[in-house]
């Protein structure tokens, strides 16, 4: 399968600080991009959806203006979580796919951020 | 009711026996159905798809899909320690949208 790499795989900030999540595509262009959060013995909820050179679509209940994506390129798109708090702290997954809805779609490697 | 719903184990199974994960929808217009294995701490990995009613088989894993029942399940042939993990269910419902289950976590006892 194709090889989906997010950067960094654990991270450990100071609450009120931002921290940016990469996502890349290796060996294909990824017109949509998807971000997961997973709370421990939970499912992947998902964030937003994002499309290159377009405006992310988030969730109902997922502040547009906290979790900052941006999808500049066909291979990466990123996620910024700003003014981050304790509660922030989970598991934040991509995934990204070549083609339309019935493309599959292939997981990074998942980011472990803690906020303290 | 939530979308996507499993057993959440954990399931313990012997060494060489069949594990029997199951999965139920709520949206009867799903037509995409997915079993993902999810190692602690790590992201999900596809492991089956099924689109049409009936069974499917690939290696040791087999998924059956009712969709008159809103009903899927995976079965694993001869339970290995190294499939000891969380298994995922997700649905593609008929927005479009994939939906996970809160998994089912699989111990494998030797």
């Known amino acids: 399968g194709a090889v989906v790499s997010q950067h960094p795989s654990r991270v450990i900030c100071k609450s009120g600080t931002s921290v940016k999540i990469e996502c890349r595509s290796l060996?294909?262009?990824?017109?949509?991009m998807f971000w997961y959060r997973q709370f421990p013995k939970q499912s992947l909820m998902l964030m937003a959806t994002?499309?290159?050179?377009?405006?992310?679509?988030?969730e109902q209940g997922v502040e547009k203006d906290k979790f900052l994506i941006n999808h500049a390129s066909l291979t990466l798109s990123t996620l910024t979580v700003t003014s981050a708090h304790p509660e922030d702290s989970s598991f934040y997954i991509c995934?990204?796919?070549?083609?339309?809805?019935?493309?599959?779609?292939?997981f990074g490697q998942g980011t472990r951020l803690t906020v303290v | 009711q939530k979308e996507v719903e499993q057993n959440s184990g954990p399931l313990s199974v012997p060494e060489g026996a069949i594990a029997s994960l199951n999965c139920t929808y709520s949206?009867?217009?799903?037509?995409?159905f997915f079993w993902y294995r999810q190692y602690s701490g790590k992201s999900p990995e596809l492991i089956m798809s099924?689109?049409?009613?009936g069974d499917k088989e690939d290696g040791r894993f087999t998924a059956q899909l009712n969709k008159a029942s809103q009903y899927v399940s995976l079965l694993i042939r001869d339970s290995q320690p190294s499939d000891s993990a969380t298994y995922l269910c997700?649905?593609?419902?008929?927005?479009?949208?994939?939906?996970f289950g809160a998994g089912t976590q699989v111990v494998v006892t030797p």
């Open positions: 060996d294909f262009q990824a017109t949509t």
């Open positions: 995934s990204a796919r070549e083609g339309g809805e019935n493309t599959e779609a292939f």
């Open positions: 997700a649905v593609k419902n008929s927005w479009g949208k994939l939906q």
């Open positions: 099924i689109y049409s009613n």
């Open positions: 949206d009867r217009g799903s037509q995409s």
């Open positions: 994002s499309n290159e050179g377009s405006k992310a679509t988030y």
